[in-house]
């Protein structure tokens, strides 16, 4: 129904910087909202940053005024413009799409969906 793919992670020196990429396709209607989370191992999935389909945004307190979430025109891909690396930011980050999908002919339907993680690591 929904496939997400997800690009741009590596291997980066502290205060480098990365942009990650999260496509979504599929049976799409609306997208209500994007977003990233991370885990790093050993600890519980946090979020990073989120943006609604009105383009207003949240940011966990530590990635504040270093990571940027932004989205293109058609709400189907979202970004992670992450800035100033640290090495704390090391972890697996996960793409989530909060979604209305068309679900046969005629019913629409909200759905939810995680990409497969990509690997970010800040570490010289």
């Known amino acids: 129904q929904v496939q997400l793919v997800e690009s741009g992670g590596g291997l980066v020196q502290p205060g480098g910087s990365l942009r990650l990429s999260c496509a979504a396709s599929?049976?799409?209607?609306?997208?209500?909202?994007m977003g990233w989370y991370r885990q790093a191992p050993g600890k519980q999935r946090d979020l990073v940053a989120t943006?609604?389909?009105?383009?207003?945004?949240n940011y966990a307190d530590s990635v504040k005024g270093r990571f940027t979430i932004s989205t293109d025109n058609a709400k189907t891909t979202v970004y992670l413009q992450m800035n100033s690396l640290k090495p704390e930011d090391t972890a697996v980050y996960y793409c989530?799409?909060?979604?209305?999908?068309?679900?046969?002919?005629?019913?629409?339907?909200?759905?939810?969906?995680w990409g497969r993680g990509i690997q970010v690591t800040v570490s010289s």
């Open positions: 599929g049976s799409i209607f609306i997208t209500n909202a």
């Open positions: 943006i609604t389909s009105g383009g207003t945004t």
């Open positions: 989530y799409v909060d979604l209305m999908i068309v679900v046969g002919t005629t019913k629409i339907e909200r759905r939810d969906y």
